[in-house]
C-alpha cells in the first residue's frame, strides 16, 4: 500500500514505521498518490501563535479572548480537552479550566502569519481558495512533473515547513473533492493528515451525521431531524426530485453530497463579495454592555482583514439571531466605502440600536460588503461628524504603533467589556 513519512518525507509501499529514519507518523493508503484535493486547516490557530511566542505556555491550557465577562474567542486542544469551546462565556470557560492562561487575541499579528502560510501554499500551486485566515482549499492537480513528487508529499512538505519555519502546525484533508477534503482535515487533528479516497467515499459516508455536511447548522438539522433524517445514509433513502420539493435548492445540494458528489472546483479568483465575522453565545444574553463589546471586537475583526486584503466596504452589514432562532439582518449603504473599525462599530451600533425590542441574543455578527479596493475608502469629509477625521488619523495611528509594537500596546476600554 503506497505510504509516506511525515518526518522525513521518504514514500514508501509497506509498514508502520518509516524505512529510512524509523518515525511512526505514517499516513498510508490506496489511493494516496492519485488524489489532488485538498484542505489545509492550521490548529487552533490564534492559541498556536500565542505558544509560539511563548515557549513557557507549550504544555498549558491558552484560552483567547476578554474578561470574565467576556466570551472565548478560540482555544487551544488542551482547554479543549477540559471542555472549554469557542464562544463559551469565560466565567464557564475558567470553572471548567481554572489554570487556563487568558490572553487578549492580536488579530493584526495572526494577520501577518496567515500571509505567511499562504507564501507557503503558493511555493505548491496558485489554485488556491481561502476560507478564513488559518484554512483554505488548495489544487495540485498536474504539479507532480512539477514538484518531482505527487500532491501528498509537497502538502506533507507544506505543514512540515509551517512548523518548522513558522512556527505553528496545520492538518490536511485529502480526497477527490472539496466536500471531501474538509472533512478529512478534521479526522485527525491536530497535526493530521487523513485521506477520504474515490473507492471508500460511500461507506464511509453512509453512517455519518448530517452535521458532517458543512453548511448543515443546528436549525437545519431539526429541519431534517423532522423529515426523519438524520445520517448521510437517511438521505440516501429520498428521492432527489423529494428532497428538492421538501428542501428546495438545498435538497438537490443534499442529495448529490450524500453521494460524495462535489463539482466545484478550487476557485483561486473568486471575488470577495463580503467580511463578517459573527459570535455564538454559549448562553443567551442581553447585557447591553457585553453586546457592545461584542460589536467592538467584531468590528476589529472585519477592519483587520479588509486592511489585510486592501478592501473596504459600502454597506455594513449586522446580523442579530435571537433565542427563539429567528434572526434580524440590516444593512445600511455608506456615503463612501470604509475599512476603518471606528467606522464599522458606529454603523453596526446605530443599526443594533434601531432594532428595537430584540430580545436575549443567542448570536450576533458585523460585517461589510460591496466591497471596494482600499484606496477609494475614507478619504471624505463627513459634515455631519467633524470628529470623523480625528477618529481616522486616530486609528491609523494606532495600526502603525501596532505594527510596531504589538497590538496590545493600544487597546480601546470598550475592547474590555
Known amino acids: 500500500m503506497p505510504a509516506m513519512c511525515r518526518h522525513c518525507l521518504t514514500t514508501f509501499e509497506k509498514g508502520t514505521r518509516c524505512p ?19 484542505h489545509m486547516d492550521c490548529d487552533a490557530f490564534y492559541a498556536s501563535v500565542e505558544k509560539r511566542d511563548r515557549p513557557e505556555l507549550a504544555d498549558k491550557p491558552v484560552i483567547i479572548g476578554g474578561g470574565r465577562r467576556g466570551v472565548v474567542s478560540t482555544c487551544c486542544y488542551v482547554a479543549r480537552i477540559r471542555g472549554v469551546r469557542s464562544a463559551m462565556p469565560m466565567f464557564k470557560a475558567l470553572e471548567l479550566c481554572p489554570d487556563a492562561v487568558v490572553l487578549k487575541g492580536r488579530m493584526d499579528l495572526y494577520v501577518e502569519v496567515s500571509k505567511q502560510v499562504r507564501a507557503l501554499m503558493e511555493e505548491l500551486t496558485p489554485a488556491i481558495e481561502p476560507l478564513s485566515l488559518d484554512e483554505a482549499f488548495l489544487d495540485l492537480t498536474g504539479t507532480a512533473r512539477l514538484h518531482g513528487a505527487p500532491p501528498a508529499v509537497m502538502l506533507a512538505r507544506l505543514t512540515k515547513r509551517m512548523r518548522e519555519e513558522i512556527g505553528i502546525t496545520g492538518s490536511i484533508g485529502l480526497s477527490h473533492n472539496k466536500f471531501l477534503a474538509k472533512i478529512a482535515s478534521d479526522l485527525d487533528k491536530p497535526r493530521g493528515f487523513a485521506v477520504i479516497g474515490r473507492a471508500e467515499t460511500e461507506a464511509f459516508l453512509t453512517p455519518q451525521p448530517v452535521s458532517i455536511i458543512w453548511g448543515v447548522g443546528v436549525v437545519g438539522q431539526e429541519s431534517l431531524k423532522k423529515a426523519g433524517i438524520n445520517t448521510i445514509g437517511d438521505l440516501k433513502r429520498w428521492d ?131 466591497l471596494v479596493r482600499a484606496e477609494e475608502a475614507d478619504r471624505g469629509n463627513d459634515l455631519l461628524d467633524p470628529n470623523a477625521e480625528k477618529r481616522r488619523e486616530a486609528e491609523r495611528a494606532t495600526d502603525a504603533i501596532r505594527a510596531r509594537f504589538g497590538v496590545d500596546a493600544i487597546r480601546k476600554g470598550r475592547a474590555l467589556r
Not at 20 to 38: G, K, N
Not at 283 to 304: F, I, K, M, P, Y
Open 240 to 370: 432527489r426530485a423529494d428532497l428538492s420539493r421538501r428542501f428546495g435548492s438545498m435538497g438537490d445540494r443534499l442529495w448529490h453530497l450524500a453521494r460524495g458528489e462535489d463539482r466545484r472546483a478550487v476557485n483561486a479568483r473568486r471575488p470577495v463579495k463580503s467580511i463578517s465575522k459573527e459570535t455564538t453565545f454559549h448562553e443567551n444574553t442581553a447585557d447591553a454592555d457585553a453586546l457592545d463589546g461584542h460589536l467592538w471586537r467584531l468590528s476589529e475583526q472585519v477592519s483587520a482583514r479588509a486592511k489585510a486584503k486592501d478592501v473596504a466596504g459600502r454597506v455594513v452589514t449586522l446580523k442579530f439571531k435571537r433565542a427563539d432562532f429567528s434572526t434580524i439582518t440590516r444593512r445600511h449603504a455608506l456615503s463612501d466605502p470604509t475599512q476603518l473599525a471606528d467606522r464599522i462599530y458606529r454603523e453596526a451600533r446605530a443599526l443594533l440600536d434601531a432594532t428595537g425590542e430584540r430580545g436575549p441574543a443567542r448570536l450576533i455578527g458585523v460585517g461589510i460588503a460591496d
Open 20 to 38: 529510512s529514519c524509523r518515525s511512526p507518523r505514517v499516513t498510508a493508503h490506496p489511493e494516496l498518490f492519485d488524489l489532488s484535493i485538498a
